[in-house]
């Protein structure tokens, strides 16, 4: 067993471990590390705590020291120089008229190095920027492409629900989505519905896929034939997912009426999709088919594009 303790650079940043030594450290601390880039800053993110030596990447690197009033007042004065280098780079990046979006800057903690984030639709030729922010800030520059996810979760911001993005607050890394999660939980398939600021598939749309996707399989299908308690017959007109509630058209007396049951209550052939190893047959790979274009009939073609290029872009 070794202990460690989980240290973050930036807000919304991966948190990575380090050997805490014999230093007293608490959620909240700051400390010195030492890292690839160089000497960091960082801050505390959890108490220290036993972990197994194979959960680990050795070699694990200790903590330098416990941040002193004086590194305090540099890293503040880092975040200062960093207002300052961004204005000066979007100035030259204007000046080279080059086809991209400066995301953030960032300073190591020794000054030795100076990193570029920023966002384009290609490759870049920044070779003279380089040149030119060089002979700027006589130091070394790194310019960094990223991601439209990863701009999101740098510059932070609030989500369709009115809390913080969960990327930038507490995300280390990004999780796979799909459509298919979306549809699961009968989520609106409006594509300005279910991507976030990114313009990508909202992450949230994850972490309840597992729970629905258990429910579903124990719940009849839209337009199935089921068998109510009182023997007759009925097609599945709607489900409440996690009541666990079924309504169903049932005729009677050259009259349709509406009954609700629960699905305990009723008698149909049960889901393959999940059982025998995941695998499923042909039925459930129909019903698949005919729920995928139920929820389509329902889209325009504009809609249908812009989900297909956003389940693209997420894979």
């Known amino acids: ?34 890292t690839v880039r160089g000497i960091e800053y960082g801050t505390v993110v959890g108490d220290i705590r036993e972990v197994d030596d194979s959960k680990i990447q ?75 922010l060089a002979g700027v800030f006589h130091t070394r520059i790194e310019l960094r492409q990223i991601g439209v996810r990863d701009a999101t979760k740098m510059l932070g911001g609030l989500g369709s629900c009115g809390r913080e993005l969960c990327c930038h607050a507490y995300m280390a890394d990004f999780v796979p989505v799909s459509i298919k999660m979306a549809k699961e939980q009968n989520l609106s398939l409006n594509p300005g519905k279910i991507s976030g600021m990114c313009g990508r598939l909202m992450c949230c749309l994850q972490y309840e896929s597992d729970t629905y996707s258990w429910l579903n399989r124990k719940l009849p299908r839209i337009n199935d034939e089921v068998i109510t308690p009182y023997g007759t017959t009925a097609k599945v007109q709607s489900v409440d997912v996690l009541r666990q509630r079924v309504r169903v058209i049932v ?44 929820h389509e009939e329902k889209l325009s073609k504009e809609e249908l594009r812009e989900l297909a290029e956003l389940e693209k872009k997420d894979n």
């Open 1 to 34: 067993m070794k202990k460690i303790v989980s240290v973050r650079f930036r807000s919304g940043g991966k948190p990575y471990y380090f050997d805490p030594l014999d230093f007293d450290l608490k959620r909240g601390s700051y400390v010195i590390v030492e």
């Open 58 to 132: 050795q070699p694990l690197k200790p903590i330098m020291r416990v941040a002193t009033p004086k590194d305090d007042e540099q890293d503040a004065q880092n975040r200062e120089k960093e207002k300052s280098a961004i204005s000066v780079a979007k100035e030259k990046i204007r000046k080279h008229e080059l086809d991209m979006k400066l995301i953030d800057v960032e300073y190591t903690f020794d000054r030795n190095k100076i990193v570029f984030y920023f966002t384009a639709d290609g490759r870049v030729d920044f070779r003279e920027l380089v040149k030119d």
């Open 251 to 294: 005729d009677m007396n050259d009259e349709k009426e509406i009954e609700e049951y629960g699905v305990e209550e009723l008698k149909f052939t049960k889901r393959q999709g999940g059982g025998n190893g995941g695998k499923k047959d042909k039925n459930d790979r129909r019903n698949d088919r005919n729920d995928r274009n139920n």
